[in-house]
């Protein structure tokens, strides 16, 4: 497979500080030489950035001005037969890899990997955490000229969503997943047949959406995992378990993008995080996952 690394070293709109360091960090950690020893091709990355002078006081606004880079940067490489890899800083750089998708096969269905639902508005959150709102975004429930600015001009549809791992989600976000069909697999539903359940919940959903985007916070795995994440899991899977989740997932969706997001090596020396980061896409793109 021919990939395509697009870097968004970014939390938010801020750089250079925190899980904005965690694409370097991945990268550094050997992703490409993991890839390539597992039969991959990478093309030269493509990196989204904020040029001096063109920031404005606005969050949302500049956020959305790297979705647009980064979605123009997947839908290209989709084009041009390249699998799209995403390194985002935070869960806030999902929105454009979805819209990347969408411009480019028609539509986008994403698969969430999250110890957190991320789908509050303005009117639930009760911290303001532009963090916790990326996937209510994509599914058009809050901050729709951040969506647009992503090339995501419709949202995705609750039937072509699913929300895997979670252990931690406000009453807020347990009220949403009620009201609205979206596939649902919970850390503690996660042991040993983890694979199997996966399959068993997406491969239903596959035709719902001609592309899918996988989306995967790394504090998904818990903090033994990863350390140092800003907001660790009170429960997760197994890392094998997690590992086959993942695998299962890529092979039951027409999987056309990947995004690994939240890792901020200041917190994690060993960088155990960034390894496993590596065998997340292994997992998902094919190839021996330690």
Request: with cysteine.
């Amino acid at each position: 497979m021919l990939i395509q690394p697009i870097l968004l070293p970014f939390a938010g709109d801020v750089g250079r500080w925190g899980a904005a360091k965690g694409p370097g960090a991945i990268m550094e950690a050997g992703i490409a030489l993991a890839l390539a020893e597992a039969g991959h091709t990478l093309a030269e990355p493509v990196v989204a950035g904020l040029a001096r002078g063109t920031r404005v006081r606005d969050q949302v606004t500049n956020i959305g001005r790297l979705a647009a880079q980064v979605s123009d940067a997947v839908a290209a490489a989709i084009g041009e037969g390249r699998f799209p890899l995403v390194l985002e800083g935070n869960c806030t750089g999902a929105v454009g890899p979805a819209g990347g998708v969408a411009r480019a096969k028609g539509g986008c269905g994403i698969v969430w990997y999250d110890a957190h639902g991320d789908m509050h508005s303005l009117a639930t959150t009760g911290t303001g955490l532009l963090g916790g709102m990326p996937y209510a975004v994509c599914l058009g429930w809050e901050f729709d000229d951040w969506r647009e600015a992503a090339g995501l001009s419709r949202p995705v549809r609750a039937e072509a969503a699913a929300l895997l791992g979670a252990s931690d989600l406000d009453p807020e976000e347990e009220a949403a997943l009620a009201a609205n069909p979206i596939a649902r697999l919970d850390a503690a539903e996660m042991g040993s047949d983890a694979a199997e359940r996966t399959e068993a919940l997406l491969a239903p959903r596959a035709a719902e959406a001609p592309g899918w985007y996988m989306h995967i916070d790394l504090d998904v795995a818990g903090p033994d995992n990863v350390p140092g994440a800003l907001t660790p899991a009170p429960l997760w899977p197994a890392r094998g378990d997690l590992i086959a989740s993942i695998a299962a997932a890529a092979k039951a969706v027409p999987l056309a993008c990947l995004g690994l997001a939240a890792y901020d090596p200041s917190g994690d020396p060993s960088g155990r995080g960034a390894r496993l980061a590596i065998d997340m896409a292994l997992a998902a793109l094919g190839g021996d996952a330690a």
